[in-house]
C-alpha cells in the first residue's frame, strides 16, 4: 500500500508538472502573437470593442413625399437618395406624436410622451409654458454619456427652456441652437401671413441662437442657419472621432418661416420650400462626407427621418405627405408616417424593409449599439432595433398607437389601423368620434379612403384589446405644456 501511494502521488506531480509547462509555452505563444500585431491590426481590434458613433439627424415638419427617395418628383435630394441606396430605407416609419415637442420628447425618451406629460391641449411647449422635459427622464445622451460618451446638440430643443429640461440639464455636454420653433417670438408689427409666406421678413421673429445656454445672437439670422448648424455638427466630428459620441442633430427646415443660404436660394423648382430641404439634403452631405473623411464612416450609425408630417395649412411652403392622408398635427398617416433611413457603412446591408418601426426605437437601438444599460423602473416603448439593422432579420409586430395631444386616437396592429376619433391637423374645431372605430387596411389602402371595419369585426376586437392592454398600463405624467 505504501508503495502504491507513493507511486500515485508522483504521477499526479508529473501531470500537474506537465499541465504547468503546457499552460507557460501557451502564454508565451499569445503574447509573442499580440507583440506580432501590426499597429493598424490593433486598431482594428481597439475599435471592435468601442461604442458605435451615433448621429440621429432630425427634420422639422418634412413630409413623407419631401424626398427625391420617397417620391418626390420636384425636390433635388442626392445625398438623402445616396444615404437610402447604401443604408436601409424604411416604408413604415412613425414620429411618436403629430407635432414637434412630443415626438422629440418621444424619440429622446424611447417613450410615448404621455407617459412622461410632454403632450396636451397646447399641443406644443410655448415661451410662457411652465414645464419641460422632466429631469428623472433618461434621454439617449445621459445614458451614452455615462458610458463614456461625447455628447452634442444642434438645432431646434424644444424640451424646455427652464432649469432642468435644458440641453446641458438632459445630458448633453455642448449644445448650440434655438430653444424652440422658429416662428416663435414674432416681432409684434408682424404683419399677418408672414409665417407661412415665401418671403418672409427676415427680422420677422426674435428668436435666441444659444451656445450652451447663452446668447450669442438675437434675432437670430435664419438664412445662415442650416449652415452654421452643420459648420458646428463637422467641427465636433473633428474633434470627437477618437472618443464615442452621440450627435442630436435637430434641423429648424422646413418649419415655417422659411428661408434658405444663397446657395440654395431659388434653385428649387419647389420654391422656398424646396430650397430648404434641398439645403438641408446638401447638410446631410457634409456630415456624412465628414464621418468618411475623419476615417470614422464604418464606426458610424447615421439616422434620418422627421418629427412630424408637412404643416399643409401652410400651402406651397407646407410640403407633402405623398399618398399618405392629411399631415401634421393629425393622426393620419401623413401626419406621422415619415421618412426614416439607416446607415452604417459596412455593418447595414443596403435594402428596403416596411418593418412598423418609430422614432422612439432609436432609443433602445442607441443604447444597445453604446453598451448602455436600460433604465430601472421605466416603462420604455421603444424596441432596439439591431436584428433588424444588423442582421436583415424582421422584428415582431406590436401594437402602435397614435396620439393626438393626450388622447389615444388610433391603433396599428400589423397592416390593420383602427380610429377612434378623426381630426384634420388644422381648422377643425372638435373630432369626428367613431363607434364602431374606422379600419383601414395599410397595405392596400395607405392613402386610408376605405374603412372595412363592418367586414372585419374580428380585427377590431383585437386592436380594442390591444388599447386597454396599453391603457390599463400607463399612468399620465404631470402635464408640462401648461
Not at 433635388?76 to 430605407?89: C, K, V
Not at 411647449?125 to 434621454?139: H, Q, W
Not at 381630426?423 to 383601414?440: A, R, S
Request: with cysteine; charged share 20%; net charge neutral.
Amino acid at each position: 500500500m505504501p508503495s502504491s501511494s507513493v507511486s500515485t502521488d508522483g504521477c499526479r506531480t508529473r501531470f500537474a508538472a506537465g499541465v504547468v509547462h503546457r499552460i507557460a509555452i501557451l502564454i508565451l505563444v499569445t503574447l509573442s502573437w499580440k507583440l506580432s500585431i501590426q499597429p493598424e491590426q490593433q486598431a482594428c481590434s481597439a475599435e471592435k470593442f468601442r461604442g458605435a458613433n451615433i448621429i440621429v439627424i432630425f427634420a422639422d415638419d418634412l413630409g413623407y413625399g419631401d424626398l427625391g427617395c420617397y417620391g418626390s418628383p420636384t425636390i433635388r435630394t442626392p445625398h438623402l437618395d445616396q444615404m437610402a441606396r447604401e443604408g436601409l430605407r424604411f416604408t413604415d416609419f412613425y414620429s411618436a406624436a403629430e407635432v414637434c415637442t412630443p415626438s422629440r420628447a418621444a424619440l429622446l425618451t424611447g417613450r410615448y410622451p404621455i407617459r412622461n406629460g410632454m403632450c396636451g391641449p397646447r399641443r406644443v411647449l410655448f415661451p410662457n409654458s411652465k414645464g419641460g422635459l422632466p429631469t428623472r427622464e433618461v434621454t439617449i445622451a445621459d445614458a451614452l454619456r455615462d458610458q463614456g460618451y461625447a455628447t452634442a446638440h444642434i438645432g431646434k430643443w424644444h424640451l424646455g427652456i427652464h432649469a432642468g429640461s435644458r440641453p446641458l440639464d438632459q445630458g448633453f455636454e455642448h449644445s448650440f441652437g434655438l430653444p424652440y420653433s422658429n416662428d416663435m417670438d414674432a416681432r409684434a408689427d408682424l404683419p399677418k401671413g408672414s409665417t407661412g409666406s415665401p418671403t418672409p421678413p427676415e427680422d420677422g421673429w426674435n428668436v435666441p441662437l444659444l451656445r450652451d445656454g447663452k446668447i450669442v445672437e438675437q434675432p437670430t439670422d435664419q438664412t445662415t442657419l442650416t449652415r452654421r448648424y452643420t459648420d458646428e455638427a463637422v467641427k465636433f466630428i473633428a474633434e470627437k472621432k477618437d472618443r464615442p459620441f452621440f450627435l442630436y442633430f435637430a434641423h429648424t427646415f422646413p418649419h415655417v418661416p422659411l428661408f434658405a443660404s444663397p446657395a440654395f436660394k431659388g434653385k428649387s423648382r419647389a420654391g422656398i420650400y424646396g430650397d430648404a430641404v434641398e439645403e438641408l439634403d446638401g447638410s446631410v452631405g457634409r456630415v456624412l462626407a465628414a464621418l468618411r473623411h475623419e476615417g470614422i464612416a464604418e464606426s458610424t450609425f447615421v439616422f434620418f427621418t422627421s418629427d412630424n408630417g408637412p404643416w399643409l395649412i401652410m400651402g406651397n411652403q407646407g410640403g407633402s405627405a405623398g399618398l399618405l392622408r392629411d399631415g401634421k398635427g393629425s393622426t393620419w398617416e401623413g401626419g406621422m408616417r415619415v421618412p426614416g433611413i439607416a446607415w452604417w457603412p459596412g455593418r447595414i446591408q443596403p435594402g428596403v424593409t416596411n418593418d412598423r418601426t418609430s422614432a422612439m426605437d432609436l432609443f433602445a437601438t442607441a443604447l444597445a449599439l453604446g453598451g448602455a444599460p436600460f433604465p430601472q423602473d421605466t416603462t420604455i416603448d421603444g424596441r432596439d432595433l439591431s436584428p433588424l439593422l444588423l442582421h436583415g432579420q424582421s422584428l415582431p409586430d406590436v401594437p402602435f398607437f397614435y396620439y393626438r395631444g393626450d388622447k389615444l386616437a388610433a391603433c396599428r396592429i400589423g397592416d390593420w389601423k383602427a380610429h377612434f376619433f378623426t381630426q384634420t391637423g388644422y381648422g377643425q374645431p372638435k373630432p369626428d368620434i367613431h363607434e364602431p372605430p374606422l379600419l383601414f387596411h395599410l397595405g392596400v389602402d395607405a392613402s386610408e379612403k376605405r374603412n372595412v371595419a363592418a367586414d372585419h369585426p374580428d380585427v377590431i376586437a383585437r386592436i380594442q384589446a390591444a388599447v386597454q392592454a396599453h391603457q390599463s398600463g400607463v399612468v399620465p405624467g404631470e402635464p408640462q405644456l401648461d
